[in-house]
Every structure is written in C-alpha cells, then in structure tokens.
C-alpha cells in the first residue's frame, strides 16, 4: 500500500486517524481547503476496506462512490429511530412507527454480496455530510449494527464525515419535520443519537487554496462564522451592481438560487444566438439515475455559447477541469466542438461518467468498485448562469451573484466562496445580515468544534486503545459462546424433534466451553493487560508474542472440539424448527471458521495489519463457504464422528487441502482430525507432508524427548506447520517413543 504525501498538517492528523485508529472523525473546513483532494487520495489508495457514500447521486458521482439510500437500501422518507417505539402493543401503531418499522426491515433484502461488503467493512466514508439528515444517519447505524451483529456504534465500522457544515444543510419538508421534531432537536447530522453517545474527533481545515485575496478570505470567514460586521459587509456591497452586463467574452456566471431563474437566462441568451442549433444526445447504459445526470441528455448549444466543463478532463494533457468557464467557437461532425477559454483552445469530444456500485473480488476478497451503468456526453453546460447549489465544489474568477431569494442556511456563504477574489464579484442584489439565514443551532455546534480537535497525545492514546481492542477481539469468545446458547436453546426447546445423540452431544458443550475457554480467555486479558501497561509495544514485545502465540494454539485446541457440533443431525420433521436450528447454525460456522482462521494466523504472533486481513477476508468467504454447501449435491449425513467423516475422505484420495474446501472447515481442524487418525493407527503420518520435513521433525523429537510443539517450532523454523508437528508427534506417541 502506498503511502500518500500530505502537505497540510492537519490532514496529516487525519491521514493517521483513519489508518492507525478506529475513532470516528469529522473532517471540515472553509471552501477550498484541500477536503476533496484529501478524499480523492483516500479513494485511490485505500489504508483500510472502505466504501464512500454522499447524500445525493450527483454528489456520489462526484466522490466516486453511491449514495447513502441505494448502499444501505434505505426507503426516501422520515427514518424514525429505532430505540423510540413501544412495541408492547404492536396494534396502536402510529404511522411513524409504520415508518420505522418499515425501515429497520430494509437490510433483509440485501443481497449476499451487500452483506459481505457490510460485515467486513473497516472504513464508511460519508462526503457532504452537511445535507445529511439526523434520522438518516440513526438509519445507517442501526443498518450497520444489525447486520453485522455489533451493537456497538456503526456496528464497530470507523466512520469519516467530510463537508462544511456552514455550507448546503439537509432537507426537511414540513410534513417531514412533523414526524421528526418529537424525535430530534435538528436536522443536522450532529444531533442524531449515533453521534450523542459515541465519541468522535473533529479536524477542522484553515489554509485557504481557492482563494489568495487576505481581505476577501476575512470576509469569507466573517460571513461563515455569523460574524459579518457593518464594514465587511459594506465592502460586500461596494460590488452591486445592479445593471452590469459583461461582454461575451469577459467569461463572468452568474449565480442564482432557483433553477427556474438559471434556465430562464441560460434559454433567453441562446436563443438570442444568431448561429445554428447544436443538438446532442447522450448515450445512457445501465443503471444511471437521471437525478446523477451531470449535464443534460439532449443537450442543446450554439457556436458563441458561453458553456462550463462539467468534468475533469480524462486524458493526459488536462486542458480543462470542472466549472471551466469557456465559449464555443466552433463544430465539426468529425473533430467535434473546440472551447475558447481565454487564449487557450479546447478541442471537446464526449467523455463518460460512470455510475458504480461496490461489490467484492471473488479472487483477492477485497471491496472494489463495479460499473453499473454509464453517461456519455459531451462534457459542457450552458453556462451563463447556475444556481447556488450546482456551484458547490467549483471555483470561478468571474462571478455575478443574485441572492436576492436566498432561502437557506449557507447558500450566500456558498456563492461568495466560489469566487477565486473580490476583484472578479459583482452582486445583482446587495446583501444583508438577514439575508444570511444564519443557524443558532450551527454557531452553537461550531462554537464546540475546538474542543473536540484532537492533539498527537490524543493521536498516541486512540492509537493505543485500537490496537489493544483488536488483540482482545482476537482472544474474546463471547460469540461463539452466544451463538452454543442458540444451538441449545432452540435444541432443549425441541427435544422430541431431534435425534437422541443431538441432545447427547449438545448438553456439555455449553458449560465445558464457558470454563475452558471463556473464562481462561477473560483470566489470558488480564494478563495481556498487565504485560501492556507495563510495556505497551506489541510488534516488538517479546514477552507479549510469546503469551500470544501459546493462547493461539491452546484456543485452537479447545475450539476444534466443538468441530463435530456441525456434523450432527440437526434435521427435523418440523420445518420452522429447521429454520430456528438452521440460522444458529450458520451463525456458529462463519464465526467458528472465522476465529479459527483468526487464531491460526496469529500463530507466528499477532500483527494487527495481518489479523485484520485476515478476519475480513474470512468474512466474506464464511459466507461463500455457505453458499457453496447450500448448492452442493447433499453429501451423505455423517454418523459418528466428524473424524470418521475426515476419514472417508482421505480414502477417496483427497488432500488435507481439498477435504478443508470439501468441509468448508479451516486446516488447523482437519491437521486435528488426521492427528488423531495417526494416534489410532488408522492412516500414516508421512503421507501428509513432504519426506523432508517428516523425517526432521522425526529426528527432532527422538533426539531431544521433549512433546513440546512450541519449542520444536522455535528449533525447526516457521516453515514446519503445527500441524505437521502435531501429526507427527502423535505417531511417535503410538509407538510408545515419547
């Protein structure tokens, strides 16, 4: 993974936020502040598995990523929060208990490659935070926990907001408010209930790259901070000019708040065009919603058009960017349109924007964007004039502005901070500090945003608190303990369904695994703990691998003993006990074979980069792992023992690899099944690894008489596998050598 070079300090705090901890952050700042450019490197080189969400499709296309409601298949609407129904009487609902109701069943319907990506996620980027609203953002939570099974917040899944919360603020029609104001103090993200009880960090952006103009800069800041004083504005004011027409080439746009206005002028100045009609259609494939549309489908211009690019341009020699200012000077069918923007001539094709989804690789397991559906048009608009919101994230040198019907919080701090300087605005309509539409409510949030901007001491004690929570994720057994209490809940419930050995089997296994494995596990914490506090390194800490690597193995020895649990004759005559049984069931396997591959990974010792790879691949091929056995011709229901059943298949000629896909098990287990077949004299050590190998590890251990796995892998090296050792050392037991 390459590292990115960052300039700004701050971004660099947040660079080490996202990649060493799992504090949730905010990322904001003035205009132009570099948080774009910060995202575009986060997406091109990803520190963890991540998806990138916005609000709305055109901000999603902009950020390369979906918007919130198609990720989490979400309904439009009020999303009433979770913890705020009574649910004892289910026939009093009220509508917005309808609503609720309606959302929190959304995720059932997601399809097996939207629940991988969910379960392994590290990384939820949210862009434009600012339009996004409480209840949705309760809704992604709640969303997330449920199908990850986490109740922690986000469902344990770091989140990054990113967007001015001083610029465009989230929508809530009046009927929508209605149902919501009993719930919600605003409609800002901020006072959603995620957000009250988890911690989050904010980093807020201050080194302007738009603008150069100091005293433009102060005003700018002025106007965002609610802050505008009489000289400032008077200097504001000092550029109205109410009858200013520019000359065509003089490259000014105009911006206005209602997109009515914007095509009233766009459509007039066209048609005062003496030149003939341009016509161009767009070619849509696949699923490209029309509300992502960047610029229109049939789009209609004139050579003597003043026209915007709508797109960066794709090929190497980048003539031009988005909010690129220019007129058309000419067109041929062949060559296409040629822009003049000031000295400079642009040749312009059509280009595409695609529209992608996220899925997973099925060879590497890891999160990647798929194209969906594209747009291919021309990459201009007509440009005279665009409203206030279309301009977010543009910059211009020439700009008329005409707020005169502002109507939200922000939109005149938006307008004025497209402009690159003083120098280049012309007001249409003067301002006026009521006309600001500024939010208590926001100045009161800003007015906290110090207090939560973290310093490298902070840095330094999250990063701490992450790395030592995934080492104790590794070595907690609270799920697989839950998901035994499942299995026998639904098992002691149905006991006149089932097979006698079920209930044979099933009885010790809870209280045996409570006392050999979670209660060793929690007394192993405390003593990581104690080896932490005094020396809190783990990549380098000896003393602490060492404890690592002996729990890995006990653990694995404990947990492959509840290996036969998935060999059992769970099958009954009643069909929805089969369903009860059969979702415990698959919950105990993906988190069976998931800590099984975790603990065997770590081995060799803990590496936090390696564990959770490792975790969030196996994740996903849990699930495939299930898929396959579901569509497998159904093999012969095992008696006896899962060794017997091991057995069998080695007899077919498989190997230790194919029996472990076969299986769907990890290797660690069926190494535990041919160890015990060698114990039994029932299959021959030498026949599961190579000559060299077996007779080193024979050697080894007739030479020194000491049964100790560990120390024989510090001897022979970390290419010899425990399992080897393992098979082999159980032969020399049979024979009665050790």
Not at 294 to 306: D, R
Not at 705 to 718: F, H, P, T
Request: net charge negative.
């Amino acid at each position: 993974m390459q590292t990115r070079k960052i300039e700004n300090a701050k971004l660099e705090m947040v660079d080490k936020f996202v990649r060493y901890t799992n504090m949730n952050i905010f990322l904001t700042g003035k205009a132009g502040t570099g948080k774009t450019t910060f995202l575009r490197g986060l997406a091109e080189n990803p520190t963890k598995r991540l998806v990138i969400l916005a609000p709305t499709g055109v901000a999603a296309i902009n950020a390369g990523g979906q918007t919130i409601h198609s990720f989490f298949q979400l309904e439009f609407g009020p999303q009433i929060p979770e913890d705020s129904i009574d649910r004892s009487d289910m026939s009093q609902r009220t509508p917005a208990d309808a609503i609720k109701r309606a959302s929190a069943l959304q995720y059932q319907k997601m399809s097996a490659v939207k629940l991988k990506i969910i379960r392994s996620l590290e990384l939820l980027v949210i862009d434009e935070i600012s339009m996004v609203r409480a209840d949705l953002l309760d809704a992604v939570d709640a969303v997330l926990r449920r199908v990850r099974r986490n109740d922690k917040p986000f469902g344990g899944v770091q989140l990054l907001m990113i967007g001015d919360i001083h610029q465009l603020a989230p929508v809530a029609k009046e009927e929508e408010w209605a149902l919501l104001r009993d719930y919600y103090k605003s409609v800002y993200f901020f006072d959603s209930h995620v957000l009250a009880k988890t911690p989050y960090c904010c980093i807020e952006l201050d080194h302007i790259y738009r603008q150069e103009d100091r005293q433009f800069i102060d005003i700018l800041n002025k106007v965002r901070n609610n802050r505008l004083d009489t000289e400032s504005l008077n200097v504001l004011n000092s550029h109205f000019n109410p009858d200013f027409e520019p000359d065509d080439e003089d490259g000014y746009i105009t911006l206005m708040t209602h997109n009515r206005q914007v095509d009233e002028i766009n459509e007039s100045k066209l048609k005062a065009l003496k030149t003939k009609l341009l016509k161009f259609e767009a070619k849509v494939f696949g699923n490209f919603p029309e509300t992502s549309y960047p610029t229109k489908s049939e789009l209609e211009l004139k050579i003597g058009a003043q026209v915007m690019f709508v797109k960066n341009d794709p090929s190497p020699e980048k003539q031009y960017f988005n909010g690129k200012i220019g007129r058309i000077v000419s067109y041929d069918k062949e060559d296409g349109l040629e822009v003049r923007c000031g000295d400079e001539l642009i040749e312009v094709t059509p280009v595409t924007w695609s529209n992608f989804e996220y899925s997973i690789n099925e060879n590497t397991k890891e999160i990647e964007e798929k194209e969906v559906g594209s747009f291919t048009q021309i990459p201009l608009k007509l440009a005279w004039a665009i409203t206030i919101h279309k301009s977010q994230g543009l910059t211009f040198d020439k700009l008329i502005l005409d707020a005169s019907l502002a109507f939200a919080h922000g939109q005149v701090y938006v307008a004025l901070s497209r402009c690159t300087s003083l120098e280049g605005l012309v007001l249409k309509a003067k301002l006026s500090q009521s006309g600001l539409f500024n939010d208590l409510t926001i100045n009161q949030f800003v007015t906290d945003l110090p207090s939560r901007e973290p310093n490298e001491e902070q840095f330094e004690y999250n990063r701490k608190l992450y790395e030592s929570q995934m080492l104790f994720e590794l070595i907690d057994f609270h799920d697989i303990e839950s998901d035994l209490n499942g299995i026998r809940k639904v098992v002691f419930a149905n006991k006149g369904s089932f097979d006698a050995t079920v209930n044979e089997k099933i009885a010790p296994k809870g209280q045996k695994f409570h006392e050999e494995v979670v209660e060793v596990s929690e007394k192993f914490k405390r003593q990581i703990g104690g080896i932490l506090r005094d020396n809190f390194q783990i990549d380098n800490n000896l003393q602490l691998q060492e404890r690592i690597k002996k729990g890995c193995s006990y653990f694995i020895d404990k947990l492959s003993e509840l290996e036969e649990i998935a060999g059992l004759p769970f099958e009954t005559g009643n069909k929805a006990v089969n369903e009860q049984i059969k979702k415990e069931l698959e919950s105990f396997r993906t988190d069976f074979f998931v800590k099984m591959s975790c603990l065997e990974c770590c081995l060799a010792g803990f590496e936090i980069k390696k564990y959770l790879a490792t975790k969030n691949k196996k994740i996903v091929e849990a699930e495939d792992i299930g898929k396959k056995k579901e569509k497998k011709p159904k093999e012969k229901r095992e008696k006896g023992s899962s060794v017997k059943r091991t057995k069998e298949l080695i007899d077919e000629g498989l190997t230790i690899d194919e029996i472990t896909e076969r299986r769907g098990m990890t290797r660690t287990t069926i190494e535990q099944h041919v160890a015990e077949l060698v114990l039994n004299g029932e299959v021959e050590a030498k026949d599961f690894m190579s000559k060299e190998h077996y007779d080193n590890i024979v050697e080894y251990f007739e030479e020194t008489r000491d049964a100790s796995l560990g120390r024989a892998r510090d001897v022979l090296g970390e290419d010899y596998s425990w399992g080897e050792l393992r098979i082999v050392l159980n032969e020399i037991k049979k024979n009665n050598s050790i």
